[in-house]
């Protein structure tokens, strides 16, 4: 199926090509599909294709002389996709201690609602989150599929020191801090696990269409996890997404 | 190697930057005015590629046990060699343990020190900018050793200085192309954003510059999508931002205007109560 698309010139060194304003996982699908036809075609002609909810940000090595030509190439790119050339998705389980040592706003979250802190990290771990890209800070995941009783509002004030690997609700989203950085949104968890580490030749093991599993563990098993992530083992556990 | 004697305000290495990684979320960084780190290191001969170090305002000290040669170019802020006034944009031989200095800011808000094949601080996803939370520093300390290369005795001090048209730091106009959500806009807007005088407010630094003058602002805000540098964004309160070299990659904001290349490498050498005035191409 073909969705409708639109390009225009942003700015004189990138194309947008905007899908219909909606979040949704069939768009998304197309995006990425058309993503990687674009890296396997055109490989090495575009500095950087950038993902957005509805959209494809791509941006060229030198400035366009000609956009009517360029978009007209990424046209046919589109309409002449194979379909054998889609990259391998993955499901990633996230280890994550919900313990209120590290979910500071979980008891508040759990007045403010109808829930037990309980049925909070239930409904949180129970399900797969769809990554649909990674932006705001490197690594960022922008994770969709949080349940409607889980959505609550950001923090008034926002906090200035949340340590990397806090896992945080902020209205309909979910996430994982990658890095320490400010954050308004409502802590309920930690992770042991490095969403990003410049230092690896892939910083950042997910990638936009695959999916995130949240696991809970105890205080003990976060500590051991935090040790092993140390020592450099690999400690994040995958399995082929078919869909 | 330079030892840092004093950090100044914001000093940091910059490159090219990043490319190629935005789709793991990792800002494009590198030197905020492009045009004056290219000519500084094409004075020295250097690979355009090469890190330099750039200076916001001066207030920096730097003593060198390698002997090197060095070229400024950017802003003035009355750079010294052992308390000396040197040339900007010139070849200038700097001998084992030189002091350069800074003085009086004379004109622009960034400047960059080359030296000869480039600062050797450490790669990280194949840039040596400096970026918080991806190289190990994000701003000069005092007491840093940055390492360069031991000099290549083939380039001689040139005792004359390539002219720069002033006009890099002195021009209000910002050349620019409507932005993807420019025709959200209606006429007022579109109006008041092609004649009004903006100020630049104290926010500004390298990921963005916001403006003091609000725009009365109707829009909704946008699923997220890319921004890029020179984006200018329009914000819920009617203030405009426009994103800088460590912008991050993705925005909520209606995007009305793009910088030219050239506008980006301008604006970097404007600051707090400087006026600048958007012209389309």
């Known amino acids: ?32 599909f058309f993503k990687d036809q674009l890296l396997i075609k055109r490989k090495g002609v575009y500095t950087d294709i ?67 802190v309980k049925e909070i990290i239930q409904l949180h771990s129970e399900k797969n989150y769809r990554v649909f890209f990674i932006g705001f800070l490197p690594g960022f995941l922008y994770l969709g599929g949080l349940d409607a009783k889980l959505h609550v509002a950001r923090r008034l004030t926002p906090r200035l020191d949340v340590t990397k690997g806090t896992v945080a609700i902020g209205g309909a989203q979910t996430g994982i801090y990658p890095l320490d950085s400010p954050g308004g949104w409502n802590i309920i968890g930690k992770t042991p696990i490095q969403l990003f580490d410049p230092k690896k030749e ?42 | 190697m330079i030892r840092v004697l004093k950090a100044g305000f914001y000093t940091s290495i910059q490159d ?65 060699i052992n308390n000396i006034p040197i040339l900007l944009n010139a070849r200038i031989k700097i001998h084992k343990n030189d002091v350069l200095s800074f003085g009086n800011i004379k004109f622009g808000a960034r400047c960059y020190v080359a030296v ?43 005792t004359t200085s390539i002219k720069i048209l002033k006009i890099h730091f002195t021009s209000q106009e910002l050349k620019c ?23 630049i407010s104290n926010l500004n630094n390298r990921m963005g510059y916001q403006l003091k003058e609000p725009i009365k602002n109707y829009l909704p805000q946008l699923l997220t999508s890319a921004v890029l540098p020179g984006t ?36 970097a050498q404007k600051t707090t109560g400087n006026n600048i005035q958007f012209t389309f191409n």
């Open chain 1, 1 to 32: 199926m073909a969705f409708k698309r639109t390009y225009k010139p942003f700015g004189k060194q990138a194309i947008l090509i905007e899908w219909n304003a909606v979040i949704h996982e069939d768009i998304l699908k197309d995006i990425l």
């Open chain 1, 50 to 116: 950038i993902v957005g909810y509805h959209s494809l940000t791509i941006k060229l090595k030198a400035e366009v002389i000609d956009f009517y030509k360029e978009i007209e190439e990424l046209k046919s790119i589109y309409t002449s996709k194979v379909k054998n050339h889609t990259q391998k998705k993955y499901i990633w389980e996230i280890p994550v201690c919900y313990d209120l040592k590290f979910g500071i706003d979980l008891e508040e979250m759990s007045n403010k609602s109808n829930l037990s």
């Open chain 1, 202 to 243: 892939n910083p950042c093991f997910a990638k936009a269409g695959d999916k995130i599993k949240f696991t809970s563990v105890s205080v003990e098993e976060f500590h051991q996890l935090e040790k092993e992530v140390i020592q450099n083992k690999d400690i994040i556990s995958k399995t082929v997404l078919n869909d």
């Open chain 2, 16 to 80: 090219k930057g990043r490319t190629g990684f935005a789709s793991i979320g990792i800002p494009v960084s590198g030197a905020m005015d492009r045009y004056a780190a290219d000519l500084a290191n094409h004075i020295l001969n250097n690979s355009l590629e090469d890190a330099l170090l750039e200076i916001t305002f001066g207030g920096c000290v730097l003593e060198f046990s390698t002997a090197t040669y060095i070229s400024i170019s950017g802003g003035d802020f009355s750079a010294k």
């Open chain 2, 116 to 158: 000869k094949n480039g600062f050797l601080t450490e790669r990280v996803l194949k840039s040596r900018s400096f970026y918080k939370g991806i190289t190990s520093s994000f701003l000069i300390k005092k007491d840093d050793l940055l390492p360069i290369s031991s000099s290549p005795s083939d380039l001689e001090q040139s």
């Open chain 2, 177 to 199: 192309d409507e932005g993807p959500e420019f025709n959200l806009l209606n006429d007022i807007q579109k109006k008041q954003i092609k004649n009004q005088v903006f100020t």
């Open chain 2, 232 to 267: 200018v964004q329009l914000t819920p309160s009617g203030k405009l931002i426009i994103l800088m070299r460590d912008c991050q990659v993705t925005g909520g904001y209606p995007r009305i205007l793009q910088l030219s290349r050239n506008a980006i490498n301008e604006l």
